[in-house]
């Protein structure tokens, strides 16, 4: 009932910058929070950048001053803008959204949802 789609993934050179989008879709009636995480190879997968329904932030230590989240509460979208890239940024970012949607006739307050994953890669 809830659909994430998302863009921007891709290659670039070590200090070089992308923007993820996220897209949520589907009969959401409030978004709690959205944010993203993300896994490389070999690795847990780990938090990034979350942003709740008041724009509290919450940016891991180890893109602090370079990635930037951010959100359009109209469009029910999330960005993450990630400049000065690293190739330890090298990962699989996934987007997530808690929200509040109806399935049938019940409104379920509370949500976690998943994005597909995008693949991003900084060669060194």
């Known amino acids: 009932q809830v659909q994430l789609v998302e863009s921007g993934g891709g290659l670039v050179q070590a200090g070089g910058s992308l923007r993820l989008s996220c897209a949520a879709s589907g009969r959401i009636f409030r978004i709690n929070a959205m944010g993203w995480y993300r896994q490389a190879p070999g690795k847990p997968r780990e938090m990034v950048a979350t942003?709740?329904?008041?724009?509290?932030?919450n940016v891991a230590d180890s893109v602090k001053g370079r990635f930037t989240i951010s959100r359009d509460n109209t469009k029910r979208e999330v960005f993450l803008q990630m400049n000065s890239l690293k190739p330890e940024d090298t990962a699989v970012y996934s987007c997530?959204?808690?929200?509040?949607?109806?399935?049938?006739?019940?409104?379920?307050?509370?949500?976690?949802?998943w994005g597909q994953g995008t693949q991003v890669t900084v060669p060194s």
């Open positions: 942003i709740t329904s008041d724009d509290n932030t």
């Open positions: 997530y959204v808690n929200a509040g949607y109806y399935s049938g006739v019940n409104a379920i307050a509370s949500s976690l949802h």
